[in-house]
């Protein structure tokens, strides 16, 4: 199991990404616009995200760190900038962990299979933690 943060901006990822890589002597990787992602037809993507920064990563101190520019109709809040994000190759820790964390929280994305992982889920605990949770293959 890994713990990894994610941190969400409002239109100034790269911006960020490329000040923190500097900062702390990183580099940006991966980094991928939502016009870079597979088509969804139950997900269409709005014109205005097309150019915002769907993922990118840097290393600080050893502990990864994700970067995105939040879509439109999800604005940035206090709260919703920084998600813990637990990543595991074992899928009924997942289960476990998502429904371990929703009890008396909100489940904002279901556990289901996404582009990029088998089993992904996003849930808020009852402490208002926003946590993305999922299972990734070795």
Avoid at 39 to 62: C, F, S, T, W
Avoid at 67 to 78: H, I, V
Wanted: glycine content about 8%.
């Amino acid at each position: 199991m890994t713990l990894e943060l994610f941190l969400n901006f409002g239109g100034n990822c790269r911006e960020a990404a490329e000040f923190y890589a500097k900062v702390f002597r990183s580099e940006v990787k991966n980094l991928m616009t939502y016009g870079d992602t597979p088509p969804d037809p139950q997900h269409p993507l709005a014109e205005a995200d097309r150019d915002k920064i769907m993922y990118a990563n840097i290393v600080i101190g050893g502990l990864y760190v994700m970067l995105m520019d939040l879509p439109a109709g999800s604005p940035l809040a206090a709260g919703n900038n920084i998600n813990p994000t637990i990543s595991t190759d074992d899928k009924e820790e997942v289960i476990r962990l998502f429904g371990e964390l929703q009890q008396g929280g909100a489940v904002h994305m279901d556990l289901q299979k996404t582009f990029f992982s088998d089993l992904y889920g996003v849930v808020a605990d009852k402490y208002g933690v926003v946590w993305q949770i999922l299972h990734y293959a070795r």
